[in-house]
């Protein structure tokens, strides 16, 4: 991901992230800003997962946050085979106005890997130039990560998995793995995602549970 | 401080979306059989019944013949009726959907279109209602979530207006598994909308007895199915009408099919369902550089709008329809239409091409669109 555009997408959810519709020439200037860099306003991500990971529900609590700040979102599996262990991709895409396309995401700004067995299996720095950026679920360093995947882009490695078996007692990477996407690309306010996680867990898992993967997800997204 | 948003603004797949729709509806009667990837539409409609915010009759048969067949009797019987459907399920339930039409049931079937064995997929294409053209219901293609919960609310009066069943299509997995933004109405405006159900004639009604299906022979069975026919075309005007009285509450306009940059386009493609939405954009970008391109969408393809989208598309000098499925043996079902629809109207001068996309799920990508329209795609499949 190029500085650029985290930087528009940043100013642009400040601007205009809980005040959409009051904000309207702020954000069509927002639009401006992103489409200067990429001749797009739209923010595109892949997630790289293994079936059972819950790559889908974590692109679908970053799409719910979007929605409630006022953006437009689209979030679908890669319709692969759906067995536990697959390999599977999650497209999302996040948006200042509607999105129309029905595509997978081809050129994706930045790309997340749920388990580090896929950096060698997957094809997963497709699309990324070396301005672009990659999230990976490991405990290996950045450059580690960069010479198995020969990729001059930002690397950002998070031990998801440690950081929830710390915090949750759970190996849950793909919930935590959002607080580090989401400090990468404010493409949500965290306390969106926050928010938006208790709304869909905490009927399901408990008040203990849910604070404890809120923490999880604070920590990610702490992590310099 | 938490955003105060409008609570009607949603992030739902297709299905989702239209279980919402059904919910806010409320058939009385909903037989089921699950099948990929149609599946959510039920699963998620179980879960309100099960919850308590939805007092259907759910009935769980042994399969999409038994399903449809409960949905004869049920309607039939005069509850509001609907069920749910895709690919080998439609195909198993194809003798029982020339019942239900010819006996003019009103029965709503949201189907998420999805190609049909062998070799076996799971995946979108138009071919399983491509195969159930001819069987007497009105077919209406939604592109995305949000078309997909309106013309689920469309199409419950539209039967009901028609005293045909409906078919409401999106395709399988692109937009039955997409979260996509919608915006749903209000409950108390749906049901308003809707409104109660009085079937003309029951089976219920003891006071006024009645039979449906009966035996016809070579004395009356012909005009039962010119009266059929005849119904038929009547619905494109209710489908007008009630779209328009639709938009009244909802603020969002459906036609026959929707015009997208055509006013002045030299070549216009036309095509059905979430592959339109790609398209729009892959025009955006063609326009930018001075292509005088735009496309129709169609959306109700039974009964089939001929004279409406020949006035569309007379100004075209190039058609390219886009088939989402195969007639084996002969030209795909879109491109027959619009061939047979300018021999009616002995248009001449007009270069129409015929491309098959999407077959099994194959991706339909925005270059390739761009290609097409810059001639760039040998062959007739964009494979």
């Known amino acids: 991901m190029n500085p650029g555009i985290i930087g528009s997408f940043k100013d ?64 679908f599996p890669s319709f692969g085979p759906e067995r536990s262990g697959a390999p599977t991709k999650t497209y999302l895409r996040i948006s200042n106005r ?67 078996m710390d915090i949750v007692g759970q190996p849950r990477p793909n919930t935590v793995i959002l607080g580090k996407l989401v400090q990468v690309t404010e493409m949500v306010k965290l306390e969106s995602v926050l928010e938006e996680f208790r709304n869909i867990f905490e009927a399901k898992v408990g008040k203990e549970i849910t604070d404890k993967n809120i923490a999880a997800i604070e920590k990610a997204y702490d992590l310099i | 401080m938490a955003i105060k948003n409008n609570d009607n603004r949603k992030a739902l797949t297709g299905g989702a979306a239209i279980a919402e729709a059904l919910r806010q509806i409320g058939p009385d009667v909903m037989p089921v059989y699950p099948i990929t990837p149609q599946t959510p539409i039920i699963e998620t409609y179980a879960k309100f019944v099960a919850d308590g915010e939805a007092d259907t009759e759910m009935i769980e048969v042994e399969s999409e013949h038994s399903a449809i067949s409960a949905a004869v009797g049920a309607s ?80 419950m009066r539209l039967a009901e207006a028609a005293k045909l069943p409906v078919m409401v299509i999106i395709d399988g997995f ?17 049901k308003k909308f809707v409104g109660e159900y009085k079937a003309e004639k029951s089976l219920l ?49 459906y036609s026959l099919f929707e015009k997208y940059a055509t006013k002045d386009a030299d070549k216009i493609l036309v095509m059905a369902g979430s592959a339109a939405g790609t398209t729009k954009d892959a025009i955006d970008e063609l326009r ?37 499925a195969q007639s084996i043996g002969s030209n795909p079902p879109f491109y027959t239409e619009i061939v047979s629809a300018m021999h009616d109207s002995k248009k001449t001068g007009c270069d129409i091409r015929s491309f098959i996309y999407g077959i099994g799920g194959r991706d339909l990508f925005k270059s390739q669109i761009i290609d097409l329209v810059n001639g760039k795609i040998k062959g007739k499949y964009l494979n």
């Open chain 2, 205 to 253: 009604d003891v006071a006024n007895p009645v039979t449906f299906g009966s035996f016809a022979l070579q004395d009356t069975f012909f005009e039962f199915k010119i009266e059929q026919e005849k119904a038929m075309a009547e619905a494109l005007d209710q489908y007008r009408k009630i779209a328009k009285e639709y938009a009244a509450i909802s603020g969002r306009e």
């Open chain 1, 12 to 75: 642009c959810s400040r601007i205009c992230g809980q005040s959409f519709f009051l904000w309207f020439p702020a954000l069509a200037l927002c639009g401006i800003m992103i489409g200067m860099k990429y001749h797009k306003d739209i923010l595109e991500v892949i997630f790289y997962a293994r079936g059972g990971q819950g790559a889908k529900s974590a692109a679908e609590i970053l799409a719910q946050s979007a929605l409630k700040e006022g953006k437009f979102v689209q979030s």
């Open chain 2, 174 to 190: 692109n937009t039955s598994h997409s979260v996509e933004n919608l915006e749903m109405l209000d409950g108390k405006a749906v």
């Open chain 1, 98 to 164: 509607e999105i129309r396309t029905h595509e997978p995401v081809v050129d994706p700004d930045i790309a997340v890997v749920l388990d580090e067995t896929l950096l060698e299996s997957e094809p997963v720095t497709q699309g990324l130039d070396k301005n672009e950026a990659i999230i990976v679920n490991t405990e290996m360093t950045a450059q580690e990560v960069k010479n198995i995947l020969r990729f001059d882009g930002k690397v950002y490695p998070t031990a998801a998995n440690r950081i929830s």
């Open chain 2, 76 to 155: 039939a019987a005069g509850a509001r009726t609907v069920t749910a459907t895709s690919s080998q399920g439609l195909a198993l339930m194809h003798e029982i959907l020339y019942i239900a039409s010819g006996m003019r049931l009103p029965i709503l079937m949201p189907v998420a279109a999805r190609a049909l064995a062998s070799p076996i997929n799971i995946h979108g294409d138009h071919s399983d209602v491509m195969g159930a053209r001819d069987a007497g219901w009105i077919q209406l293609f939604a592109e995305n979530p949000q078309e997909a919960y309106d013309k689920t609310i469309i199409g």
């Open chain 2, 288 to 324: 930018a550089k001075g292509k005088k391109v735009g496309l129709i969408e169609i959306e109700l393809f039974r009964p089939f709008p001929r004279k409406e989208l020949l006035k569309a598309l007379s100004g075209a000098k190039e058609i390219i329809v886009m088939d989402r």
